[in-house]
């Protein structure tokens, strides 16, 4: 089943009662992708990622893992997921060579490759120093580590990481941040964070959620370009503020636009163009022909943070990707 993508949903709902969690979701993801799942609070990618591990069953529509279907195949699906929740169900009274050990063979390796897999997970995830440790005496960024060495013990397929570096601290960001980057390739993995940049710099597609529904599915690189065309240019020029305005409200690209004086005699100009039109080429050739003197001409450009909420406010509620 090589030719099918790790992940495959179709028309996936999920019904509680009286609110309904996923609507009709559909989306796949090829193998050795890093997809980052993103969404506000309640817009559905814990409901989906219980039912891709196979935690719960959906209400209706189809969800297939390696090619195996998640409802009729749980058994194939489970033995090729590895998945750390947020709230890791650690056994706080096991030390973590111990439980790892523990949790290989429940997972279906022999004595002898999960001692092997023991030590490679604990060497990927820094938890050599402490593997004689209780783990309820660890701290929450270790527990967290032993929650991720847990989920790569078999080396699965699929890997799904809920908020993986939630309270680890930025060395230890730094770290698991790497780790998963090298999974890349040999495995597909699937996060669902609330940490945008750590998205940017690991993922290589996002999926953004709002209401149970996709709302935008592409790379992040593509994403801000898609949005560029909405974003201001931003120069600062020196010329006497009345030409500039009257240069502006005659320009038949430019939108809208805010001049406000900086220092000297320097104003900086936010234009908003025409949709589709990039200004910086018509903003140089003016400055040039009527001798101002420019120091800067750059676009806005959007973080993921701002595509987030660009797509998930409340008041918005047509698709615009």
């Known amino acids: ?19 309904t969690a996923v609507q ?17 609070n309640g817009a559905g990618k814990s409901t989906t990622m219980r039912i891709l591990s196979c935690f719960m069953p959906a209400t209706s529509g189809t969800a297939r893992v390696a090619g195996f279907d998640v409802f009729r195949e ?15 169900p650690l056994h706080l009274d ?10 290989a063979r429940l997972k279906g390796l022999s004595i002898g490759r999960s ?32 929650g991720l060495a847990d989920a790569l013990v078999h080396e699965p397929d699929l890997i799904i990481l809920d908020e993986p570096t939630i309270g680890l601290d930025p060395n ?34 996002v999926l953004i959620l709002h209401e149970g529904r996709i709302r935008a599915s592409d790379s992040p ?8 065309s909405e974003g201001q240019v931003l120069t600062e020029i020196a010329a006497p503020e009345n030409e500039l305005r009257a240069c502006w409200e005659t320009l038949a690209e430019v939108e809208h636009f805010n001049v406000a004086p ?12 025409q949709a589709g039109v990039d200004l910086r080429p018509r903003v140089f050739a003016i400055a040039r022909e009527r001798g101002w003197l420019l120091r800067e001409l750059t676009i806005s450009r959007h973080s993921l943070e701002d595509i987030f909420v660009h797509l998930t406010r409340p008041e918005k509620e047509e698709e615009l990707f």
């Open 1 to 19: 089943m090589d030719d099918w993508p790790m992940i495959e949903v179709s028309h996936l709902t999920k019904r509680y009662a009286g609110h």
């Open 24 to 40: 009709d979701l559909s989306f796949a993801i090829g193998r050795g992708e890093i997809v980052g799942f993103l969404g506000p």
């Open 74 to 88: 749980s058994e194939e699906v489970r033995r090729r997921i590895g998945y750390m929740p947020e709230n890791n």
């Open 94 to 103: 096991m030390r973590v060579r111990e439980y790892l050990k523990f949790r």
């Open 115 to 146: 001692r092997e897999r023991v030590g490679v997970v604990q060497e990927q995830c820094g938890l050599t120093d402490v593997s004689r440790k209780i783990i309820g005496h660890l701290s929450k960024g270790f527990r967290q580590r032993v």
């Open 172 to 205: 230890q960001i730094r770290a698991v941040r790497q780790l998963i980057k090298s999974l890349g390739g040999r495995h597909t993995v699937l996060i669902s964070t609330h940490i945008l940049p750590e998205v940017e710099m690991t993922c290589s597609r």
């Open 221 to 228: 690189e593509n994403l801000q370009k898609r949005m560029s």
């Open 262 to 273: 900086v220092d000297g005699d320097y104003f900086r100009c936010a234009l908003t163009p």
